[in-house]
T-cell receptor
Framework: SQTIHQWPATLVQPVGSPLSLECTVE??????LYWYRQAAGRGLQLLFY??????ISSEVPQNLSASRPQDRQFILSSKKLLLSDSGFYLC????????????FGPGTRLTVT | AQSVTQPDIHITVSEGASLELRCNYS??????LFWYVQSPGQGLQLLLK??????LVQGIKGFEAEFKRSQSSFNLRKPSVHWSDAAEYFC???????????FGKGTRLHILP
């Protein structure tokens, strides 16, 4: 069966510090991968998605970047965090043989102070 | 613009009562439709999906949803809620086969004992 991991689970970082959030998927090959941010009361905002290694599409211009160094690894980064980067970050995957349904990781709660 | 509307931000029902959460979408001749549930501090879990065929679909945890093309709706129902159903529920739509998934802003369900 497929599983998706995210770490860390929680993170408190000062403004201006760098960020690296990691997501890995097990039990499937060549998944589509997604990063979402969830702010309170504002639903899900798609940040990035990737259909393959090194292929990243950005949905919203912002202070963040994403990379996919391996088939089942997706990293969300920032060089300098802003207060507005605080939120709940979710990674998700979908498979070519699963239609469009997405499967989500447990999330990372980021607080920028 | 393409949109998914969940008109109720909060809903409160008594334990054992029936539940219906509303979802409307604004496009797509043959949309793919989903309902997800999110418990506090956790990722989203897929409850059910509709791709084609029978317009009444069964999901996990005793939930069902009915696709009504004429009303552009995909409402989620449960005949008798349990306290453990308290969570946030997201409707999601893929308007056409090659489109990305679009999430509603969610409905938070509260259960009275």
């Amino acid at each position: 069966s497929q599983t998706i991991h995210q770490w860390p689970a929680t993170l408190v970082q000062p403004v201006g510090s760098p960020l690296s959030l990691e997501c890995t998927v097990e039990g499937t090959s060549n998944p589509n991968l997604y990063w979402y941010r969830q702010a309170a009361g504002r639903g899900l905002q798609l940040l990035f998605y990737s259909v393959g290694i090194g292929q990243i599409s950005s949905e919203v211009p912002q202070n963040l970047s994403a990379s996919r160094p391996q088939d089942r690894q997706f990293i969300l980064s920032s060089k300098k965090l802003l207060l507005s980067d605080s939120g709940f970050y979710l990674c998700a995957w979908s498979g070519w043989d699963r239609g469009h349904e997405q499967y989500f990781g447990p999330g990372t709660r980021l607080t920028v102070t | 613009a393409q949109s998914v509307t969940q008109p109720d931000i909060h809903i409160t029902v008594s334990e054992g009562a029936s539940l219906e959460l509303r979802c409307n979408y604004s496009y797509g001749a043959t949309p793919y439709l989903f309902w997800y549930v999110q418990s506090p501090g956790q990722g989203l879990q897929l409850l059910l999906k509709y791709f084609s065929g029978d317009t009444l679909v069964q999901g996990i945890k005793g939930f069902e949803a009915e696709f009504k093309r004429s009303q552009s709706s995909f409402n989620l129902r449960k005949p008798s809620v349990h306290w453990s159903d308290a969570a946030e529920y997201f409707c999601a739509v893929v308007p056409n086969r090659d489109d990305k998934i679009i999430f509603g802003k969610g409905t938070r369900l509260h259960i009275l004992p």
